[in-house]
């Protein structure tokens, strides 16, 4: 099994991904999971970009893509497993989970 598959499935997988962004690229990065949606609020992103670090953590990065701007609009770093969805939901305002 891949880190990004273990990434996608600690999001909730790969459908639910798809089913509550509109995911239009999923995607192996090597060590880490990059996911793009159509967004229109630029100040929270439209990518994310999950790595995994050393000490078994994850580095998350948020970019707005707009053509050939790309920005960082934040960063979040020493992020543990069972806070990934809470790291995505508050920096996207997009749900993960239906509950």
Not at 29 to 44: C, V
Not at 73 to 87: F, M, N, T
């Amino acid at each position: 099994m891949s880190i990004a598959t273990i990434i996608a499935e600690q999001l909730g997988g790969i459908g639910r991904i798809r089913a509550m962004l509109g995911a239009t690229v999923i995607m192996d990065e090597g060590d880490g999971l990059k996911i793009r949606w159509p967004s229109r609020t630029p100040s929270k992103g439209n990518c994310v970009i999950v790595r995994l670090c050393p000490s078994d953590t994850y580095e998350v990065t948020f970019w707005s893509i707009r053509n050939l701007d790309c920005k960082v609009v934040a960063q979040v770093s020493d992020v543990y497993a069972e806070d990934l969805v809470r790291v995505f939901e508050g920096q996207t305002g997009y749900r993960l989970r239906l509950v």
